[in-house]
T-cell receptor
Framework: NAGVTQTPKFQVLKTGQSMTLQCAQDMNHNSMYWYRQDPGMGLRLIYYSASEGTTDKGEVPNGYNVSRLNKREFSLRLESAAPSQTSVYFC?????????FGSGTRLTVV | AQSVSQHNHHVILSEAASLELGCNYSYGGTVNLFWYVQYPGQHLQLLLKYFSGDPLVKGIKGFEAEFIKSKFSFNLRKPSVQWSDTAEYFCAVNIRGNTPLVFGKGTRLSVIA
């Protein structure tokens, strides 16, 4: 009964490096989301996927790409990391009954 | 597009004081409303949610919230706070059950002895 699992939990990148944040859910939810959390800004939606095979931009999509690999997995890719992408990233999934959040990935870009 | 306003950025209360955190949203249609709590270093936990029915919603840890449609508000309350309630609180809204949540910027609550 893992819920939403995110990896890694912590990551330090150099400017210009690329990386992929992984997210998997085991609740058979159709919808999945990526948010970033910055101090004083709340959580802002980066991308979401309403169902397998579909993705849509959220409020702050620039500099990111996503892949909905299958119903369980939704990954977030930073092609060329920038210091402005230093943040805590949360993955979530949802059904009609509510949302489940992962424990977050703290990313620092130096 | 929907938006959520949380009026208090940082609230400091003494233990046993009463709490009310404001939340207003902008959207003219039917919404679902949520309050989440984030303890230091942890992820979001659901305190309570409102989909329909009784506008006074009771959640976990003694929290409750009241939906006032005419005021587009969903304020969070607790009669008597404890030191362990120190956390950040987020109000969120969506327009139907399976769409992205839109979050407010959060209110940091510090409870002092």
């Amino acid at each position: 009964n893992a819920g939403v699992t995110q990896t890694p939990k912590f990551q330090v990148l150099k400017t210009g490096q690329s990386m992929t944040l992984q997210c998997a859910q085991d609740m058979n939810h159709n919808s999945m989301y990526w948010y970033r959390q910055d101090p004083g800004m709340g959580l802002r939606l980066i991308y979401y996927s309403a169902s397998e095979g579909t993705t849509d931009k959220g409020e702050v999509p620039n500099g990111y790409n996503v892949s909905r690999l299958n119903k369980r997995e939704f990954s977030l890719r930073l092609e060329s990391a920038a210091p402005s992408q230093t943040s805590v990233y949360f993955c979530a999934s949802s059904s009609e009954g509510g949302y489940t959040f992962g424990s977050g990935t703290r990313l620092t870009v130096v | 597009a929907q938006s959520v306003s949380q009026h208090n950025h940082h609230v400091i209360l003494s233990e046993a004081a009463s709490l009310e955190l404001g939340c207003n949203y902008s959207y003219g249609g039917t919404v679902n409303l949520f309050w989440y709590v984030q303890y230091p270093g942890q992820h979001l936990q659901l305190l309570l949610k409102y989909f329909s029915g009784d506008p006074l919603v009771k959640g976990i840890k003694g929290f409750e919230a009241e939906f006032i449609k005419s005021k587009f508000s969903f304020n969070l309350r607790k009669p008597s706070v404890q030191w362990s309630d120190t956390a950040e609180y987020f109000c969120a809204v969506n327009i139907r059950g399976n769409t992205p949540l839109v979050f407010g910027k959060g209110t940091r609550l510090s409870v002092i002895a």
